[in-house]
């Protein structure tokens, strides 16, 4: 897993007084909790580029005041107008506590079912993974090649020692579905997709 690190500074006032003063020169307030006591402290709005705008999930080495602390995000309130961040939640981890982040999940491969004219259908975008911090996923891969038209991965299908996914068994992951052009292939020769 990734780690991004950001740096901040402890807030020497907490309030909505403070906070409006400081969004206003470009810093974001926030939050981390989890470890023995809750910190408030400031950072600024372009070191999220890389944790907020990025399909990839990541850990956060948090140096506040010179005090680094390994967190994840927990939570972002954004401007209802202009989508400028508000205010931010950490999560403090430890090496020996697991912890749950949304992973992303991406496929590999080709499906027999896709070159016969079925349409792939990725159901689920990005699934919540609880693990050790040390065995936790950058994205959970799907291997397509076995999946013929109307095949499906479930998350029962990607069972793992390493971490454990928050999705009922039988929830489809991702699915090769029919369409007309698969349907009206079948049959006639030649009609398949060429082979590789």
Do not use: W
């Not at 689920?124 to 076995?146: A, H, Y």
């Amino acid at each position: 897993m990734r780690t991004v690190s950001m740096s901040g500074s402890l807030r020497g006032n907490v309030g909505k007084k403070d906070a409006k003063k400081l969004r206003k020169e470009g810093l974001v307030p926030c939050v981390i909790y989890g470890g023995k006591e809750q910190v408030h402290f400031f950072t600024q709005e372009k070191q999220f580029k890389e944790v907020i705008y990025t399909p990839k999930a990541c850990f956060v080495e948090l140096s506040i005041d010179g005090q680094k602390r390994n967190a994840i995000l927990q939570e972002i309130q954004y401007h209802p107008v202009s989508d400028s961040i508000l205010h931010v939640d950490f999560l403090e981890f430890f090496g020996d506590k697991p912890v749950t982040l949304s992973i992303p999940v991406t496929t590999i491969g080709t499906s027999p079912g896709v070159l016969k004219g079925g349409k792939l259908a990725q159901k689920v975008k990005r699934v919540k993974v609880t693990s050790l911090p040390d065995k936790m996923p950058e994205q959970i891969v799907v291997d397509i090649t076995p999946l013929e038209i109307n095949d499906a991965v479930r998350a029962k299908d990607l069972k793992t020692e390493d971490y454990h996914i928050m999705l009922p068994q039988n929830n489809i992951i991702v699915m090769v579905a029919s369409s007309r052009t698969a349907v009206a292939g079948e049959g006639v020769d030649g009609a398949d997709a060429p082979k590789a």
